[in-house]
């Protein structure tokens, strides 16, 4: 029996869904210099799954209830971390599983080094995954919350950080079986999508000197006041 409000990411045809995720973020995290990633994720069964952050040490966080647990605890919108902390920060849909993600992407945003990434993973509104979700969630378990990532793009910029172009990923139809993107003319179909984003390193930009003009004082600063005279 399925209960808790994220347990529609432990079902079965989710999983060749996140393996697929997840093994097309090796070759990202090798462009990163050595530091610290972040891993959220939608469901604590999700932990099971094998990540590969190479040469980075990585933190992995699930979400529980509107909360974050596993390595930490801590509220949505409140990561225990100081800014510029991780170089590489992968969303694996737990943006899905809150009804209120906006406020992650400024905490994102705050602990993301600067040339850092940000790789983000969400449900395509628009595949028919939506259809088998609906009637998954029949049974009392809570829907997830798929967005566009049109919307999170504009929200990314908001947070000063740059986005690049999305991506789908996944079969357009759950299967438990492997993961198969399928032809490119149903590539609108496939069941999530893939989204990166950078912050840009602060460039300091040096001041031209102006040169310095005498100033000639003008005649009647030049002429003593009756108070002087008197």
Not at 51 to 65: I, P, S
Not at 102 to 108: H, I, Q, R
Not at 152 to 174: F, H, M, V
């Amino acid at each position: 029996m399925i209960t808790g409000p994220d347990n529609l990411f432990v079902l079965p045809e989710f999983e060749a869904l996140l393996h697929d995720e997840l093994a097309r973020v090796p070759a990202l995290v090798l462009r990163q210099p050595a530091g610290a990633a972040l891993l959220l994720q939608a469901s604590a069964a999700n932990r099971a799954l094998a990540a590969d952050f190479c040469h980075l040490r990585a933190t992995r966080v699930h979400v529980e209830g509107q909360r974050f647990a596993g390595d930490v605890r801590c509220a949505a919108d409140a990561l225990p971390y100081e800014g510029d902390a991780f170089q590489f920060v992968v969303v694996q849909h737990a943006a899905d599983a809150l009804t209120a993600p906006d406020a992650l992407v400024d905490e994102l945003a705050r602990v993301l080094a600067p040339g850092g990434t940000l790789l983000w993973f969400g449900l395509n509104p628009w595949s028919p995954w939506m259809l088998w979700l609906h009637w998954q969630a029949r049974r009392g378990v809570a829907l997830p919350h798929a967005r566009h990532p049109d919307a999170l793009r504009r929200r990314l910029l908001q947070a000063q950080l740059t986005p690049g172009a999305s991506t789908t990923l996944g079969a357009c139809w759950p299967t438990s079986g492997k993961s198969v993107d399928g032809a490119r003319v149903f590539a609108p179909l496939r069941g999530a999508w893939m989204l990166s984003a950078s912050k840009q390193r602060s460039v300091l930009t040096p001041l031209r000197q102006r040169p310095l003009r005498a100033v000639t004082p003008q005649p009647s600063l030049a002429v003593p006041t009756r108070r002087v005279r008197a």
